[in-house]
């Protein structure tokens, strides 16, 4: 058996080096995106210097795990895709072996060699390949450090990839025809015409219902989610329905071929149809991969668009100028100054702010704000929240707090917080709004009140915010601070900084989705030149009939084109509304509107180097296939 095993890989080496290529590859994809995932989460967790960064560091990271098991998943599935494929191609040894004595279950101990061996083969190239790939791509980065994967993970990997791999052997093999008389059904009118109709139909009325069915009619079933009940209603559709849509595309392009009498489309669309089973796989790996790529870069770059709204529709001032003592000039003449060079685009405030550490050591900046303050600033208000109650009079000092650490310390609208301390002495405000902040670190109240109470004095400031004055201006109106110790922040670069920490390591995740979109380039190059090197029987026969070669090769363009462009046009219609349903979940865990933000231009400048990439080696495929003799080819096959 083993020595049949090793002869067999000979025999079929075409078959197996495409196997063993696409092992390689999802090896490479896998163990680079842990190492890259690895280390972007251990950058995120050293580089979390605020409650900010703590807050969005689990969400950040479960975003992370969940795109390298869908990753995972979507390896596993080509896998399984491509392994079936290679199965079906072999069926006629395997009903000569079965008529030779060698038994179901005989011709699976010898595939689970077979796919031991390619799998071990391909692990050890994998791994090689994968620590080449990061340490080009993470040198690229200022990582504060590099952290190697695990060599525990390697070894995990390996008896993973094997046990997957006999777990295929003995779910698709179930399913190859070898017994005397069975027949593998590929053509297209063999399948069972009512159950299409029955999915066709389904699919349909699926669509038609996530389209029209109104919301309120939803949220009796899903009463805060209705538009991700809507859209998942729709990706169900699809899937129901991309059947029989890919068998009628087919059907119409082979009648405008016999219309038109375009024989290397007739060609092309008659392979299609009656190797179905073949194709469908092709074109649902392309499906999948397009809509992992389409759906992450545009859930990422979705993420991007909408801190950056988000920033830029919070901080509306340019300048924030902080002092570092509190006996300042009087505050009135600086407003003169000021008033001097306004115009409509200017404004300005006087603020109080220090830092208070609470009894576990935690910072909270408190600033005492004007309602001037308001122009340059807007606050996502929580639900139930009263910004004016920060000004009224009251017992306590009303203070706006993070929403956010509210909840993590268990805290409501109306709470005295009592655990912290200012000049080592206890401190306390009462809670009178929630407010979803840019930085947990900052609370805010009304500034006379904050000065009053520390101070005993309404007039006390050491923060003044400007808006609207040129970097000129501001340099004429600090000649009245002269002598003073200040710092002077550009509140745009601040902007800017916030939105690089929400989006921080979205550069390196864009590195893994172009690996997985090379990926599947070279499994669906890997794929045609396996369905190619089927027909060449086929081709052969054609040329004898007087078939001219370029013709077989237009064909070959044809069908690898028409394949590429309808896998690509379903994934990104499958990607949208998973994108939708993304940013549907992410917007439970803000008050503010997330933005749909796909960069077209780049994604499909990717997609159109990978068709290209396709039309390339299909040019190298079909030349060398057609460059053979024709009587040897008919008569090896």
């Known amino acids: 058996m083993t020595n049949y095993v090793l002869q067999n890989l000979k025999k079929n080496l075409r078959k197996f080096v495409v196997m063993l290529t696409m092992l390689i590859i999802g090896t490479t994809v896998v163990l680079f995106t842990l190492e890259i995932v690895n280390n972007l989460i251990h950058e995120m967790s050293i580089r979390s210097s605020d409650l900010m960064a703590k807050d969005d560091l689990e969400s950040m990271i479960t975003l992370l795990i969940s795109g390298v098991v869908l990753l995972i998943s979507f390896v596993i599935f080509i896998v399984d895709n491509t392994y079936s494929v290679v199965l079906f191609g072999r069926q006629e040894e395997f009903v000569l072996l079965h008529r030779l004595g060698y038994y179901r279950k005989r011709i699976q101990t010898m595939l689970v060699g077979e796919v031991v061996i390619i799998s071990i083969i391909s692990c050890s190239i994998g791994v090689i390949l994968s620590k080449i790939l990061s340490a080009i791509c993470m040198s690229k980065f200022n990582l504060l450090t590099r952290l190697p994967l695990p060599a525990s993970w390697y070894g995990i990997y390996v008896i993973v990839l094997i046990v997957g791999m006999i777990f295929i052997v003995y779910k698709d093999f179930r399913r190859v025809p070898i017994e005397i008389g069975a027949k593998a059904k590929y053509v297209v009118n063999d399948r069972k015409k009512k159950k299409s109709l029955v999915l066709a139909i389904t699919g349909a009325v699926i669509i038609l219902f996530s389209m029209f069915v109104k919301d309120s009619t939803l949220e009796s079933f899903a009463k805060d989610n209705a538009q991700l009940l809507r859209k998942t209603i729709f990706i169900v559709g699809i899937g129901f329905l991309i059947d029989e849509v890919l068998i009628v595309i087919l059907k119409f392009f082979l009648g405008l071929s016999l219309k038109l009498k375009w024989n290397a489309l007739y060609i092309a669309i008659t392979q299609n149809l009656y190797n179905f089973k073949k194709i469908k796989s092709i074109i649902n790996s392309i499906i999948i991969a397009v809509a992992f790529f389409v759906g992450f870069q545009g859930l990422y770059s979705s993420l991007r668009e909408t801190t950056r709204k988000y920033v830029n529709e919070s901080v509306n001032y340019d300048k924030m100028i902080i002092f570092n003592q509190k006996e300042l000039p009087d505050e009135k003449k600086a407003k003169e100054l000021l008033d ?165 390591g979205t550069e390196m995740i864009e590195i893994i989705l172009y690996v997985s979109m090379f990926f599947v380039t070279s499994l669906v190059i890997n794929l045609f030149i396996l369905s190619y090197g089927d027909r060449k029987k086929q081709y052969a026969q054609l040329q004898l009939l007087g078939m001219q070669k370029g013709v077989i090769l237009g064909s070959m363009f044809i069908e690898s084109g028409i394949i590429y462009l309808l896998g690509a046009f379903i994934g990104f219609l499958v990607a949208i509304p998973c994108i939708d349903c993304l940013l549907i979940l992410v917007k439970s865990e803000l008050v503010f509107e997330t933005v749909r933000y796909i960069p077209y231009q780049m994604v499909i400048g990717i997609l159109a180097i990978c068709l290209s990439c396709l039309i390339l080696f299909t040019y190298f495929i079909g030349v060398t296939s057609l460059k053979q003799d024709i009587k040897k080819q008919i008569g090896n096959s």
Request: with cysteine; proline share 2%.
């Open 340 to 504: 001097q060079m306004s115009n409509e685009k200017t404004g300005y405030s006087f603020a109080l702010t220090y830092v208070m550490p609470d009894d576990k050591g935690r910072m909270l900046t408190l600033t005492g704000i004007d309602e001037s303050y308001y122009q340059m600033q807007r606050f996502y208000i929580d639900e139930g929240s009263d910004v004016e109650s920060i000004y009224k009079d009251s017992s306590h000092l009303q203070v706006m707090f993070s929403s956010k650490a509210a909840a993590q310390n268990d805290y409501n609208i109306g709470d005295v917080v009592s655990n912290y301390t200012f000049d080592d002495k206890p401190f306390e405000f009462q809670i009178s709004a929630l407010y979803q902040p840019i930085n947990l670190k900052q609370a805010f109240t009304y500034r006379k009140a904050l000065s009053k109470y520390l101070y005993g004095d309404e007039n006390v400031y050491n923060g003044i915010f400007l808006n609207g004055y040129t970097d000129e201006e501001v340099e004429q109106f600090m000649k009245y601070y002269e002598g003073y110790n200040y710092d002077i922040y550009n509140m745009r670069e601040f902007a800017k900084e916030c939105v690089d920490q929400a989006t921080n």
